[in-house]
């Protein structure tokens, strides 16, 4: 373990060398990656193939520095909205375009190895920021079928280099945990199954060991938030089908970090991890680990929500009841841009002492009502900015009625939400429904949660979420 520590070291507290300025965002398109593709043609460390296209003609490239032996195969982003790691590797590029860092390792290591890197391989998906191309195909279950042109693109350019060892690079959702516990999981890893009887023949036990390195070497840097992917075998995915091929496979997922919604430090981490894998393979130092490391690691969990409401009363009937109330948020991208809103949802309603919030708020001693909409509507924007909030809070207002035909309204730019075209719309507390509701206190007014964000008695200098528009875009 201690083999690679100091060099995992120097990889993080060095990175900002490295980072890809012009990526600083998740919805980057495939023009600025390609941008940074074609400044490589000119850098003789690297050789530059366009493989293909996608299914809307868009340019697929591959990567290559080394002249090792040992073939390393790096795919990201076949889900479009999971670039992470694609952001990844251009600052890996640039680790190996300064000559003058870390210079006698990258010698000794594109001495071992060749590496190849096929970053976006669904642009067209990247492009609107969604999972699934342009047909509508989730290529990681289309790696049999191969109905799209990229599922057949990833497979060609597999075949033609035979790696022994794949990484597969992925996102995950925030709510997972490491384990039964209250730690979010930052990178989740895996040695992807070759059968559903989940056999462990010598080629996964070799994923399982670089795996058991990896573990062992990021525990220094984020201990606790480190999980096992489930192994289940899935047939139709690229993965489990390249194991099956005799190649080492790992599946590398980014999950989630606090206060980094763009995920630039999970960013961070994949650098350092796939630059130490790199090094172990070309050292053949995962070698020493101890397997059972593999099976220590804490499996991945569904226990994580954006934000829980602990301890509210909810009156039913007359009676009291005590309730935790879970919200998660949905990133809603907004068409033609790299900017998207918020439209939260109540996930869950009851006794939630299992689930950790990425944010909590303990309401104890707190009544919980359903928000309402203004009676009187609203002529403009302008107007409803010109409104008492805080005496609309306290009659327990959420939503406002305004008159416009404002198409270019995605989203409200006021604390509250926009009712338009005097829609009829009743708030409910109950599971799936948008939280929109008050909180008081002997029937007086502390709290708003509008589109589940928290809204206090002052709520002057907001910076956190957004309230949305009913009638045309969120209904």
């Not at 889900?79 to 990844?88: F, K, L, R, V, W």
């Not at 199954?193 to 525990?219: G, W």
């Not at 926009?418 to 709290?447: D, H, M, Q, T, W």
Request: hydrophobic share 35%.
């Amino acid at each position: 373990m201690t083999h690679n520590i100091q060099f995992v070291w120097d990889l993080y507290h060095g990175y900002e060398n490295y980072k890809e300025k012009s990526l600083t965002h998740r919805r980057f398109k495939h023009s600025e990656i390609i941008r940074l593709i074609e400044q490589l043609k000119n850098k003789n460390i690297f050789m530059v193939n366009k493989v293909g296209e996608s299914v809307q003609r868009r340019d697929i490239y591959t990567i290559t520095i080394g002249n090792g032996a040992k073939k390393i195969f790096c795919w990201s982003q076949m889900h479009g909205n999971e670039p992470t790691a694609t952001a990844a590797i251009f600052d890996i590029i640039n680790f190996f375009l300064a000559e003058e860092h870390f210079k006698e390792i990258k010698q000794r290591l594109l001495n071992s190895v060749t590496l190849y890197f096929m970053p976006m391989v669904n642009p067209d998906g990247a492009e609107v920021f969604k999972r699934r191309n342009n047909i509508q195909i989730d290529l990681n279950r289309d790696a049999v079928k191969q109905e799209s042109s990229e599922a057949k693109l990833l497979n060609k350019v597999f075949n033609s280099i035979q790696p022994e060892f794949g990484f597969n690079l992925h996102d995950q959702g925030s709510e997972y945990s490491a384990g039964n516990s209250s730690n979010y999981t930052a990178l989740s890893f895996l040695a992807p199954s070759i059968d559903f009887d989940k056999t462990v023949n010598e080629n996964r036990t070799k994923s399982m060991l670089l795996i058991c390195e990896l573990f062992n070497v990021l525990s220094e840097i984020i201990p606790g938030h480190i999980a096992r992917y489930e192994d289940d075998f899935e047939p139709r995915a690229f993965g489990d089908n390249f194991a099956k091929t005799g190649s080492n496979i790992v599946l590398i997922e980014s999950g989630a970090w606090i206060h980094d919604r763009e995920k630039q430090f999970l960013r961070k981490l994949n650098f350092v991890v796939l630059l130490t894998a790199f090094k172990s393979i070309a050292e053949d130092s995962y070698l020493k680990e101890d397997i059972d490391t593999y099976h220590s690691i804490p499996e991945n969990k569904k226990l994580m929500m954006d934000f829980i409401i602990r301890n509210a009363l909810i009156t039913i009937e007359g009676k009291d009841y005590s309730v935790d109330v879970g919200i998660n948020y949905e990133e809603v991208n907004i068409s033609g841009t790299k900017e998207f809103y918020y439209k939260a949802k109540i996930e869950d309603i009851g006794d939630l002492s299992v689930f950790t919030g990425f944010k909590e708020f303990d309401a104890k001693g707190l009544t919980l009502e359903p928000g309402k909409t203004s009676e009187q509507t609203y002529s403009s924007i302008e107007e409803v900015k010109s409104l008492n909030i805080v005496a609309l809070l306290k009659e327990g207002i959420t939503n406002v009625k305004l008159n416009t035909n404002n198409s270019e309204l995605k989203y409200s730019p006021v604390i509250f939400n926009l009712i338009l075209y005097n829609i009829e719309r009743s708030e409910e507390i109950k599971e799936e429904a948008i939280p929109n509701f008050i909180l008081r206190k002997n029937g007086v007014f502390r709290y708003a949660v509008i589109n589940g964000f928290l809204i206090s008695e002052d709520p002057t200098g907001r910076t956190e979420g957004n309230a949305l528009v009913f009638g045309k875009y969120n209904e």
